[in-house]
């Protein structure tokens, strides 16, 4: 059986799927990934919006008899690939093949944990408490230990992670609950399946050889698929370098504690030790600044107070390694906290003092926490020697991988020189179900006056719009300024990023049919919503990174000292990938209709805006708001 012979207008999707529809897109792609998987080559793929680009993967990867690895960009995708589209598409094929859902481990519930946190009495929120009762009731009946099981929890809260375990804190072998361990359950799952549906943190992780501890699995694979592939080389960047957090240090010295306290009642001597830590990380976080930043540790290198309070860091990091040291033997548990302390040490060392060439180091705080980072300039290199350390096939797929129909920015950051290139564009018909608008009269956006003239116009659209809106700002600053003008002015129900979770306030956005959502950078992507619920999409301004950001800025540096072109080669084309991230939120389905709203004049008046406009699906262009009005009505006319 043959991919392109099951997605066609009577293969067995068709009879499988509520319809069903063939697409000439989905043929196309179906028809590359099955070449690719047999020739043992790499391939890029930008499938535009409404292609069906996860069964045009799936098909040829269930069929292909080989064992294949799928990585999501979020766990969200994870569940969404494996619990709704596989299972679709493995029924429809009637083929044996054998499935694994595998996520890090701070994704499962780890039993050993659990059993200190009950018996520590250390939560005090009468919600805490029974979200913890609620979990241990959870844990006799779950099989899988998959956190995301207990929707009733929110994702976020603070008493997951006094129930799960990470790498650092994970008593491996050692562990009194180990032939219950829900985590070494999903590897061992994971191992004799045939398929195995990922995220994009995992693998880099096990690439950047990161203890997450399923090595095996990555070399017994004959071929990767990673959608969502435009965040890969971020997500890479992260896992290629080395990061000290607050949480870190804290997380240890509260473990400290529990684990000693489990042993003795004794609160002198060690519990005390630990303690210091834990004051020792606040006084650094207090020296560091208010607020949220994201700048070059270079800032604070000098900075006195912060060298004292780093080197009293240091001592009673250093002190409480000795007492554990001295306790070495008497459980799993303090022996797992020496190690921590141990490690930790060395990673202190590492982020505060001279960072290694080729690498930014930079820092970023919130209001009770930091981390402290050392990042690759480029992990092309990194990345490309790993991948070629598997002998796999590999795929790569979004919707949004290359900029004026080239693939070069995407493939130079990960080093794919060699992969063949396929670019599908959109099924949808843009040019008659959507119009692009970009507004006259709006001064530069450096003008003081910018968002509040933006502003002016956006309200207007609105108003044309009946709701049923997303303005998607590129900063924070700009999202408030709106929310506050907004909130009394508009007349239409309005909901802004921040004020609940993000799948909440989706769901009241569909539920209300003509809202207004403010969002900015988690609202530009992995956002679906289908229907006239959302009929206009407004963009403030071109997502061109912050220059005052210190990894883009160390790119541009190396850049130019290499005499390479740093707007050319890397700022354009992020920005023209993040604006095809946002304008993909507004035709979702056959039958969208929709405005799209770009508040930027750069985008006519400066000569690169012809690239973001050839980089965009082919829609009707206006610069008169009669026309926006007029496409609104006839919209509106037209779903009746």
Partial sequence: MRAFDCLTSDGVLAGEVPDFAARPQQLEMAVAVERTLARGEVLIVEAGTGTGKTFAYLVPALLSGRKVIISTGTRHLQDQLFHRDLPTVRSALAVPVNAALLKGRANYLCHHRLDITRTEGRLTSHQQLAQLENIFDWSGRTRSGDIAELSGIPEDAPVWPRVTSTADNCLGQQCEWLQKCHVIQARRAAQDANLVVINHHLLCADLALKEEGFGELLPGADAFIIDEAHQLPETAARFFGVTLSSRQLQELAQDSISEYLRETA???????????????????????????????????????????????????????????????????????????????????????????????????????????????????????????????????????????????????????????????????????????????????????????????????????????????????????????????????????????????????????????????????????????????????????????????????????????????????????????????????????????????????????????????????????????????????????
Wanted: net charge neutral.
């Fill in 266 to 640: 004794e609160q002198e001597g060690l519990p005390g030790t630990a303690r210091a830590v834990d004051h020792a990380v606040q006084e650094v976080r207090l020296s560091m600044g208010q607020g949220e930043q994201r700048l070059p540790w270079s800032r604070l290198a000098h900075e006195k107070t912060l060298i004292e309070r780093l080197g009293r860091l240091r001592e009673s990091l250093a002190a409480l390694s000795a007492e554990l040291e001295q306790q070495a033997g008497r459980s799993r548990g303090l022996d797992n906290c020496y190690q921590r302390a141990v490690k930790l040490q060395h990673v202190l060392t590492q982020t505060t003092e001279n960072p290694p060439e080729n690498t930014i180091h930079w820092f970023e705080t919130w209001r009770q926490s930091f981390r402290i980072n050392l990042t690759p300039l480029d992990v092309a290199d990194n990345f490309s020697t790993r991948r070629q350390e598997l002998p796999s096939r590999w795929i790569f797929t979004s919707a949004t991988l290359s900029v004026n129909d080239k693939f070069e920015h995407f493939a130079r950051r990960l080093g794919l020189e060699d992969a063949n290139t396929l670019k599908l564009d959109s099924p949808f018909d843009f040019h008659n179900h959507a119009l692009f608008y970009v507004p006259e009269g709006l001064p530069e956006p450096a003008h003081g006056s910018y968002t509040d003239t933006m502003l002016d116009h956006a309200e207007q659209i609105i108003r044309a719009s009946r709701g049923r809106t997303f303005v998607l700002f590129t900063s924070y600053r700009a999202l408030n300024i709106a929310q506050r003008r907004l909130k009394d002015s508009c007349e239409f129900p309005l909901l802004v990023q921040g004020s609940a979770p993000r799948n909440e306030l989706l769901q009241r956005f569909r539920e209300l049919g003509n809202a207004v959502l403010l969002g900015t950078s988690s609202f530009w992507e992995g956002v679906d919503v289908r229907g006239e619920a959302l009929s206009c999409v407004i963009i403030d301004k071109l997502p061109f990174a912050s220059p005052g950001d210190p990894v883009w800025q160390a790119r541009i540096d190396a850049l130019k000292e290499r005499g390479g072109n740093p707007f050319i080669e890397e700022q354009l084309p992020h920005a023209v990938i993040t604006l095809k991230q946002g304008v993909g939120r507004l035709i979702r389905d056959v039958n969208d209709r929709g405005v799209l709203v770009i508040c930027d004049p750069r985008l006519v008046s400066k000569s690169y805006g012809r690239v973001f406009l050839n980089s965009l699906p082919d829609m009707k262009r206006t610069r008169d708001f009669s026309e926006v009005v007029a496409f609104f009505q006839a919209s509106d006319v037209a779903r009746l």
